[in-house]
Nanobody, 115 residues
Framework: QGQLVETGGPLLQPGGSLRLSCAADGSIFSGNSLAWYRQAPGKEREFVAGMYGNAMVKYADSVKGRFTISRDNARNTMYLQMNTLKPEDTAVYYC?????????WGQGTQVTVSS
């Protein structure tokens, strides 16, 4: 069995920073595909950042240069560092791992950026 538990989704002002965490069971965290998605109210879920294989990293154009995806294998945790937050970053953020062809999703954390 696998589980992803996300933390770190408070209310923030524009320009602020936040690190989202996603703790996973080791068996599913050992997969080579990690990603973050987000979904704003009334909108479709969209890709934010991904880490694939040993070194391939991909970011959505809307967050490139502001967000950073990373992982800590010792803690079985993946992170999304979000800097220079904008109101348009407001969404529910989901982490995802892919292990043996199956996608495992976090429960989602609300991030609200507003003045």
């Amino acid at each position: 069995q696998g589980q992803l538990v996300e933390t770190g989704g408070p209310l923030l002002q524009p320009g602020g920073s936040l690190r989202l965490s996603c703790a996973a069971d080791g068996s599913i965290f050992s997969g080579n595909s990690l990603a973050w998605y987000r979904q704003a109210p009334g909108k479709e879920r969209e890709f934010v950042a991904g880490m694939y294989g040993n070194a391939m990293v991909k970011y959505a154009d809307s967050v490139k240069g502001r967000f950073t995806i990373s992982r800590d294998n010792a803690r079985n945790t993946m992170y999304l560092q979000m800097n220079t937050l904008k109101p348009e970053d407001t969404a529910v953020y989901y982490c995802k791992t892919t292990y043996w062809g199956h996608d495992y999703w976090g429960q989602g954390t609300q991030v609200t950026v507003s003045s």
